[in-house]
């Protein structure tokens, strides 16, 4: 099937490579030009693993393009995913005019029938507006649909995540949408649940918030731990092996981040208040996650008293592991604040040293390692869980150090192991 994706982002151009490793004919337009030059040269514009060489396959076999316009991109696909940003708002909404952009571009270019679908995460009742656009756009008699297709892949197993799916979602208002959407995905084999077109839009929404809550809850129970000298893991493994509540996002530390979840929880609470209903538990999951930072930084002070003029080793910049990505990053934050309180800053990130160093302006060095970074100074952090930080040579680091003080804000380390290498060693909800 020809499908074409009206924004080559994180999402659109995971999106249109995983289509056409599955067999479609798919073309990615974007707006941003250097982008598509980039990814014409056969570079990536993200870091995600495996995404160069399946974009490099599927191009080798012709079924990937990059380039055009809106109106290229209606003429080619019969099916046309709308991928744009839904950037906050200030007041926490969802900025929707890229939407609204992209669905005036699309209804001027409408000849024939066209299957028009929302990826991008969108309040409900954004698709209502969609096929009002559309109609109010297009010639008179044009046909069209209007569904959504939300996506649940996670940055740094985006193509897993988008080829073998838990399940895909579509919300549809005909029956030949449905078909239409049912035929595009038969290659993936994967559970399929077709809904109303508004049910598509929560599932998303209600999902992100609904793992947001979840690591809110284990920190508040961090905090506890804390107080009472129990263990947050301990806790965690105890909860999680009851089938009901399952394992996964019950890594206390340092909270959620990255561009989906803190903007996601902040729309859904938005257009629940729009819809008359007061989502009071999300605003207390928000507030968890940004309490869980104020406490580490208070550790970090209680540590080294005065924070002003001693040096501190960050060891990673990125929101999660495995990205470059630092939007939202709890690490960065942390970083910023201690830097604006005096304290020197020497952090190392495997990737995302080079996007934190333009976040954070010159008053933070970035370093090409961990040894480096943790080269005198008076106590070193555990900012985001790479790999890389749980097999460092920590007694060699420890001999580096001006201080041996690692505190570490996800629990990435062992912290009998590091006491009888001699570190003062606190970490997140652990006696
Ligand atoms: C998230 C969802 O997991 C995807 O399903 C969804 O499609 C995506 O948002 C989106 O809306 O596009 P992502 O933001 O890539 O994916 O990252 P996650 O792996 O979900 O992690 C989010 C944050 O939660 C990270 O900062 C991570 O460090 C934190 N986290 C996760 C915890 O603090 N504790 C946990 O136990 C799990």
């Not at 508004?198 to 731990?225: G, M, R, T």
């Not at 507030?287 to 406490?295: P, V």
């Not at 990435?412 to 970490?427: I, K, Q």
Request: aromatic share 6%.
């Amino acid at each position: 099937m020809n499908v074409s994706i009206i924004g080559t982002g994180h999402v659109g151009l995971v999106t249109g490579a995983c289509l056409a490793e599955r067999g479609h004919r798919v073309l990615c337009v974007d707006s941003d030009e250097k982008k598509i030059r980039f990814l014409r040269a056969g570079r990536m514009p993200i870091y995600e693993p495996g995404l160069e060489a399946l974009v490099r396959r599927v191009r080798k076999a012709g079924r990937l393009h990059f380039g055009g316009t809106n109106a290229d991109a209606v003429a080619f696909g019969k099916v046309v995913f709308i991928c744009v940003p839904t950037p906050p708002t200030p007041s926490g909404g969802a900025d929707l005019s890229y939407v609204e952009g992209v669905s005036r571009d699309i209804a001027r270019a409408l000849e024939d029938y066209r299957l028009v679908v929302e990826k991008s995460t969108v309040p409900v009742r954004t698709g209502e507006h969609v096929r009002r656009v559309l109609a109010k756009y297009a010639r008179k008699g044009a046909a069209f649909d209007v569904a959504s297709n939300p996506e649940f892949l996670r940055e740094g197993a985006a193509i897993e995540d988008t080829l073998h799916p838990d399940r895909i979602v579509l919300g549809v208002e005909t029956r030949r949408a449905e078909m239409i959407l049912r035929e595009l995905y038969r290659p993936f084999r994967a559970p399929i649940l077709v809904t109303d077109l508004k049910s598509a839009e929560l599932i998303k929404h209600a999902s992100n918030s609904f793992l947001a809550l979840k690591i809110s809850y284990i920190n508040a129970i961090a905090e506890i731990c804390e107080r009472a000298g129990a263990s947050v893991t301990e806790v965690a493994r105890g909860m999680g092996l009851d089938r009901r509540i399952g394992p996964e996002f019950l890594r206390a530390g340092l909270g959620y981040g990255g561009s989906c979840f803190p903007k996601d929880v902040a729309a859904f609470e938005a257009i629940s208040r729009e819809l008359g209903y007061h989502f009071r538990l999300l605003r207390e999951v928000r507030r968890i996650n940004a309490e869980a930072r104020d406490r580490f930084v208070r550790k970090v002070e209680e540590e080294l008293w005065i924070v002003r003029g001693k040096t501190i080793a960050a060891l990673g910049l990125s929101f999660k592991p495995d990205t470059d990505d630092v939007r939202e990053s709890p690490a960065v934050d942390v970083v910023r604040r201690l830097a604006a309180k005096g304290a020197r800053l020497r952090a190392y990130d495997p990737r995302a040293g080079e996007p934190a160093r333009e976040l954070l302006g010159g008053g933070v060095t970035i370093c090409g390692s961990a040894l480096e970074a943790c080269t005198g100074a008076d106590c070193a952090l555990l900012l985001t869980e790479w790999e890389e930080f749980r097999r460092l040579d920590w007694a060699r680091i420890r001999r580096v150090m001006a201080h041996p003080t690692v505190l570490d804000g996800r629990n990435a380390l062992d912290p009998v192991r590091m006491r009888e290498l001699g570190f003062t060693y606190r970490s997140v909800g652990r006696p």
